[in-house]
């Protein structure tokens, strides 16, 4: 198991010098620029490869980004990351630019594996290097990558993609999954979940597995759902439905459902099913219950309806996800 050199290709947003949405790089920095050598050593070296390395400046809103590499730099590296492109990218006004492009497929030649962060996938589609492959990005842009590249396998339902040498993954946060997964790849499960503590989230996703965006709760200022999704989360065990849902928030069921799929991306029964089995998750991973009692508990019910449940969410059974992601220190009782 080894770290290497990971090179991230910062692109240009056309206007000069380079502006970035920083979430995405800055997730890939975080992972692998910040040397955590008492996890294991070495740690990765990191490589800023752009267009026109050099310090640049500010041409609008954002930020520019020094690049000590031009994009020659792609190549050598064992890890290659491509971060978001611009939006003119994505929307089709402009191509991703060909000196990229080359660069990518360059890079892939030489053996690197490559890897794209939200519409970085869109870079990868360009260089032909998604073709006849699983692949995905933001949902928001999902249905742009599918029309704009007919060849490439678009997956709007997965958190991310690994496909061996080309690893996808979809907008923000999910973007910290794959570079997560990466470093369970390179250094082993024990070195990920240290590294996933330290940055304050769950590592208990892997690549391979039919992973599913979690539904988040819709934004505190929405009064009319958040007060019953919090209600419902707290109440997993109780038979809840969507009619006793939508009248506790004080709509009609249609309304509920209509809204809800508007903020969350997903049904009702959909959603309560992500958030039971994001209980037993929890349960699995932080106590020692049964399967049966953790079934009741996430209000899956049986054992029986846990394990089916469970299986196709997640892609491991409930016994193997605890084998696998069980935290360390003194298990509880789940009380």
């Given at each position: 198991m080894t770290a290497g050199t990971v090179a991230v290709a910062v692109v240009q947003d056309g206007s000069g010098p380079t502006h970035w949405e920083m979430y995405e790089m800055s997730i890939a920095l975080a992972v692998f620029g910040i040397p955590h050598r008492d996890l294991a050593d070495p740690w990765y070296a990191l490589r800023l490869c752009g267009p026109d390395p050099g310090p640049g400046g500010p041409d609008g809103p954002g930020f520019?980004?020094?690049t000590d590499h031009g994009l020659e730099g792609l190549v050598g590296?064992?890890?290659?990351i491509?971060?978001?492109?611009?939006?003119?990218?994505?929307?089709?006004?402009?191509d991703v630019p060909a000196d990229l492009v080359d660069a990518l497929r360059e890079a892939a030649a030489s053996g690197a594996r490559m890897v794209s962060l939200c519409t970085g996938a869109f870079a990868l589609a360009a260089a032909g290097l998604l073709d006849g492959r699983r692949a995905t990005a933001h949902w928001q842009h999902a249905a742009q990558l599918a029309a704009r590249h007919p060849r490439v396998v678009v997956d709007d339902s997965v958190l991310y993609t690994d496909d061996g040498n080309v690893l996808t993954s979809a907008?923000?946060?999910?973007?910290?999954?794959?570079?997560?997964?990466?470093?369970?790849?390179?250094?082993?499960?024990?070195?990920?979940n240290q590294l996933a503590r330290r940055l304050v989230v769950h590592a208990h996703r892997t690549g391979g597995q039919a992973q599913f965006i979690e539904?988040?709760?819709p934004p505190s200022d929405d009064d009319s759902l958040s007060p019953v999704l919090q209600w419902a989360i707290e109440h997993l065990t109780e038979p809840l439905t969507v009619d006793g849902l939508a009248r506790r928030a004080r709509m009609s069921p249609r309304t509920f459902h209509r809204r809800l799929h508007e903020t969350t991306g997903t049904t009702p029964l959909q959603w309560l099913l992500q958030q039971r089995i994001a209980r037993a998750q929890t349960l699995l991973e932080s106590t020692d219950l049964p399967v049966e009692q953790i079934g009741e508990r996430s209000g899956l019910?049986?054992?029986?309806n846990l394990r089916r449940h469970f299986a196709r969410a997640v892609g491991v059974t409930p016994t193997a996800y605890r084998a696998a992601f069980r935290t360390s220190g003194p298990p509880s009782t789940g009380r």
């Open positions: 520019a980004v020094r590296a064992g890890t290659v491509v971060p978001s492109v611009p939006e003119d990218c994505v929307d089709g006004d402009r907008g923000a946060t999910a973007a910290l999954d794959l570079c997560l997964h990466l470093v369970r790849r390179d250094l082993g499960a024990a070195v990920a539904a988040p709760l019910g049986t054992a029986t």
